[in-house]
């Protein structure tokens, strides 16, 4: 391929990059670290090659949060989860993991959403926390009126 072909390949590339409305289907982490070391072999400023270098940072640094999360011993915050997808979903960059952990967020909303139509009567004042709380000493104060008892 020509030097003409490749620098013009490479500009309608970074364009695309760096303008999220063309950006279907985003490209993976690699084939954009391709293009941002292929540039910078092009003796021509590209100014969309630090967008793109940008685009590249931010993933790599969602990347590394969320195996942070996934390989911790603890379990997360749903907000903390919430606000990774919320920080993750307009990087104009394939996030592999992305699916993943919006369908974990939806998961665990759901599951919120039915304890809380199991355990609270409508127009509670207590949250499900204080109400799961309380059945728990329910059981604890159960188990020591039976010891009482014998």
């Known amino acids: 391929m020509s030097d003409v072909c490749r620098l013009t390949k490479s500009v309608f590339s970074l364009s695309c990059v760096c303008d999220l409305s063309c950006f279907r289907p985003r490209h993976v982490l ?17 100014p969309n090659v630090n967008t793109l270098k940008d685009a590249l940072r931010k993933a790599k640094d969602w990347t590394s949060k969320v195996e942070a999360i ?55 004042t207590y949250t499900l926390l204080e109400v799961s709380f309380t059945m728990g000493n329910i059981d604890v104060l159960t188990a020591c009126l039976l010891e009482h008892l014998k």
Do not use: C, H, M
């Not at 690699?30 to 590209?46: D, F, G, Q």
């Not at 960059?93 to 599951?111: I, M």
């Open 30 to 46: 690699s084939t954009l670290e391709a293009i941002v070391n292929e540039a910078s072999n092009i003796p021509v400023y590209l």
């Open 70 to 124: 996934q390989n911790s011993d603890s379990y997360p915050y749903l907000d903390i989860v919430e606000s990774l997808v919320n920080k993750g979903r307009p990087i104009p960059v394939r996030l592999d993991q992305l699916p993943q952990v919006e369908s974990q967020v939806a998961a665990a909303k759901s599951w919120r959403e039915r304890t809380a139509r199991t355990f609270l009567k409508k127009n509670s």
